[in-house]
Structures are given as structure tokens and as C-alpha cells.
């Protein structure tokens, strides 16, 4: 059967019950209908080479047992797009796909990280056309839909021509801006790591959570009552509208602004005047409460597989940085500043024995002292000082021994400030201090560290030029608005400018480490798993007997999965939940 695709390129393509034999390396993309590829159903395959273009239904490739050891078959290359959705989306289905050697989606972020998701705006990107967007074939919201096969067969295979396609065009560009080895050794490795820890899933012990949430309805509705008695009225305290009547009209409390829908009761308005009057501190207390209720006690449960744990996304392709998220639900959000926030973590438990903990000490500030060639920092690294107390004596001009707690605290802020563009405004607020005393702290700083203003300038100059900034890695950040008119745009930019880098590099570095312990992981044959990602940590679920050698195994690998003129220092815990890690 032939069919027209979207607009502009006509598509020949044959909808089949039983898939012929593919004869050459092919675009392979399947249709999951929803976000969540853990939950959704699969629609179909898409097949395209420039012999062959084939799409089969879902239930047909299911039955089909030559197209299944097609797609089993590690040796029959396959080129795709967010191959971890399709690879992993494909097993909760029932369907195992071996032998992605391209993944589009990786290596347009590589290349362009600012580029959305969709397959049809990176497309757009490179100047292809014959594709549409999703919500074009599928519809959204309440009308989204399953379209006609023919609709549908098109969309797919339109897309796996785009991926066959534009594979050569990617591949020399990334080889062109030498970032193929960024792309092909660390990106395409990092997301087959991923897929596996999304899979294996975070166990969950959903008593302790049911706990925690009967236990917070019930100091919810007391915080409740005590409001109303406090303010004597009853009212929404969710409402923002009623909130602002309440507080800043029946009990005439100062400093409330008026916006168009009332007074605006934000965390800052509040916090300005907790102590003007006893319900303003309960109010924020019970606005923590409630959206930790929600956000995590009530919603994680609905989380929770029949499997009794929680599979997350990881999202590679969506910071400007390389850093990873996760999201449906998000584990690298749980609060930890809060006891309460830190008791929703005794909810995630080993299923095999412990949970394993490392993350990266100071691994910014180590990365800032390695890329500014800071010889004062280099030195104190390598000497294992604590580097916050050493900042504050230098600054100071006092010894170690002599630094007070206050000034510790005073150098470890702007020792991570600076890594950011940190202001002398925001230091003073920061540390409690004037902001001419923050101003000249800060220039005490650079006196102190003088190559860390001299890369800074260097890098916001260089980027000034050639309109991006890279990590030690090569990974790429463009940053068009450096050279804004707008003096508030052009501040933010080179915030970014000279932060990128940093930030950038120490998420590289995370996920060499990530490939170097999954791949001695699995050199050792040891059963424990990589479970999580929080930043700079990572987190295993290990069997009892393999607990020391994964213990010491993952240190070594995480401590030298690159050189650099610093030592990078990982800590490590374990404990029986994610709360007794810390």
C-alpha cells in the first residue's frame, strides 16, 4: 500500500502484516503513543533505508518472529531517535531491540543543545522538511488521538527517512566541530546506562509512605485550625486572593504589595514579615506541608509500578549544560534542606540488601581551579586542606588554625558564588553583609586567586567572539545574547558564559565516571545495579556480598575517570534507605 506523508516530499511506503527481510542498516523508530514510554503503548515500527520503507502494527511485529530477531539482532545496525525511549519502551512492550549505533536526538544536542525534542524541530534545524509535528497527526489534550493507519504508517516512516537521512549530514558536522568523540564515547554509552538504571527502578516501600501521609494530613489540618483561630476567620489558605485579604486587610499587617488579582503572598513577601505576626510563620509551614503532601507523599504513591518501585525518565537532551534531569516523576527534586523533606527519602529502600552512595566532593571548585590554572587552589587541593578554611585565611591574611567559623562561611559562599558571576549584591544578602563590605571581599578574592578573574574575563571575552562556550570535553554552549543591547540580557549571558564551563565539565565528568563503573560493573559480573542520578552523586542498590568490593570498586573508577591537576575525592555511605545515606 502507498501513501502520501507530510507536506512538500512524497514518501513511498508499504504497510505490511509480516515485515520483509531487511537487506541493509536501517532507520528503525517506533510509535509510543504517550511521554511515558515505562507506561504507554506502542502504536508500531517504522522501518526506512533508501531500498525499503515499512510500516507494521504493533500487534503484527508482535506475532512476526523473523522481524523480532530483526530486531534482536545486535549485528543488524539500526540508526534511531532517542533510542533509550525506543529500546526501553519497546521491552515494557514485550519486543527486545539490540544494535542502535546513531541516535539523532544525541548528536543534534551535542551539536545544538538549545534545539526542543521533538524530532521535527531538529528537522527544522538542519533544513529537512518531510515532517510534521506530532500534535498535527496525533492531535493534543482532550482530542489527542490514534490517527487512521495510513495517517499514521506515513508520520512513523517520514520520520525514520529524517534520522536515515540526515545520520551522514550529523555525523561530519559533529566530526567537523571535533565533537564526535563527545557524542560517540560519552552521550550514546550514557544512554544505554540510563535506560538500564530507568528500568531496574527504585524499590519503594509504600507502608512508610501512607505513613508519612496520614501523619502530615493530620498536622496539616492542626496547622489548619491554628491559622483560623490565630487570624479568626476561616478562609482558603491556598488561595493567594484570600491569603493577602487576610493578612495584610482584616489584620492590617505591613509590606504587602498589590498586584491586579490582589496582594501578592509569595515566599519572599512572607518571609519579610514572619515576625510581624504569629500566623505568618504558620502559613509558611503549612504551605511547605501541603506541597510535600502532594507533590511527593500522595504523588509518588500514584508513581509506584505493580513492581513496587518508581521508574523515572532521565532527560539527556534537555539542559544547555549536559547535565541530566529526571522527571515523571522528578528524584533529583526531593527536598533535603527540610526534615521533613529529607523523611520522604526513608520511603526509598535497597531491594537487594543496601543502597550505595558517591558523590563528588567540591567537584566545581576542583574543575574551576584545573581549567583558571589557579596555583594557590592547586596546591591546597592537592595537599587535602579544607579548601574553604585556606580561602578564608588567604583572603584574611590570618592562618588556618586562626579562622573563625564565620569567616569560613563567608569564603565558602563566595568560593561557590563565583563559580555562578556571583554579585557583590547577592553576596551581601547572601552572607549577611553591606554590599560595599561584599565588594571588597570579593576583590580581596581575586587578589587572592588572581587567575580565577583572569579566566573569567578570558572566557567571557571568548565567547564574545565566537558566540559559545565549551567544556573541557569540547561540549558546545551558544549564547547568542553576549552581545545584547540590553544591559540585564548581556549580564545574564556572560553569567552563563562563565559558568557553562564549570558546570558543564563536572556534568562530563559524572557521566565518564558513570561508563567507567558500569563497564567494571559489569566486567566483574557483579549483580548489584546503578539505580540513580542526583547531580553529583550516584546511587547503586547492592547485594550484601558484594558490598565491599562495590564499595571500593565504584570510588576507584569515580576518582579517576579523568586527569586533571587536582584529585578528584569521592564520598561514599551506604545504608538500608536513601534518608540514612547522609
Sequence with gaps: MTTEAAPKKELKLEIVDHMPEITKDSAVYPSIYDTNYHRSIILGYGIYNDEQAYFISYENALKDELFLAYLKDENKKKYGYDIKSAVIGSRWNGIEINGYTFDLSLASYVLEPAVKEELKYVCTHFDYEGVQYDEEVFGKGAKKHIPEDDILA????????????????????????????????????????????????????????KEMDTAFDETIEKLANDIYRISGTTFNISSPKQLGQVLFEDLGLKGGKKTKTGY???????????????????????????????????????????????????????????????????LQNIPVRSEEGKLIRKAFVSHNGYLVSFDYSQ?????????????????????????????AALVFGVKDEEVSPQMRSQAKAVNFGIIYGMSEFRLSKDIGMSISEARDFINKYFETYPEVKTYMDEVVETCKKQGYVS????????????????????????????????????????????????????????KSQMILQVHDELIFDVFEDELEEVMSLVKEKMENCIKMDVPLIVEGNYAKNWCELK
Design 154 to 209: 506515513s508520520h512513523i516512516v517520514s520520520k525514520a527517512k529524517a534520522i536515515y537521512e540526515l545520520k551522514d549530514v550529523v555525523t561530519k558536522e559533529l566530526k567537523d566541530k571535533n565533537q564526535y568523540e563527545l557524542y560517540e564515547d560519552i552521550e550514546l554509552p550514557v544512554t544505554r546506562i540510563l535506560g538500564e538504571m530507568e528500568f531496574a527502578g527504585t524499590e519503594i516501600d509504600l507502608d512508610v509512605l
Design 264 to 330: 501578592s503572598t509569595s515566599q519572599d513577601v512572607l518571609e519579610k514579615i514572619i515576625d510581624a505576626h504569629p500566623v505568618v510563620p504558620l502559613v509558611l509551614e503549612y504551605r511547605m506541608l501541603t506541597k510535600l503532601s502532594s507533590t511527593y507523599l500522595k504523588g509518588l504513591q500514584e508513581q509506584v509500578f505493580p513492581d513496587n518501585k518508581i521508574h523515572t525518565i532521565y532527560k539527556q537532551t534537555l539542559t544547555h549544560t549536559g547535565r541530566l534531569s529526571s522527571v515523571d516523576p522528578n
Design 363 to 391: 567537584i566545581e571548585l576542583r574543575i574551576l581551579a584545573h581549567m583558571a590554572h589557579v596555583t594557590n587552589l592547586i596546591d591546597a587541593f592537592n595537599q587535602g586542606k579544607d579548601i574553604h578554611r585556606h580561602t
Design 471 to 526: 567544556t573541557l570535553l569540547n561540549r558546545k554552549r551558544y549564547i547568542p545574547t553576549i552581545n545584547d543591547k540590553n544591559f540585564m540580557v548581556r549580564q545574564q549571558a556572560q553569567r552563563y558564559a562563565m559558568n557553562t564551563p564549570i558546570q558543564g565539565t563536572g556534568a562530563d565528568i559524572l557521566k565518564l565516571a558513570m561508563i567507567e563503573v558500569d563497564k567494571a560493573l559489569k566486567e566483574k559480573n557483579l
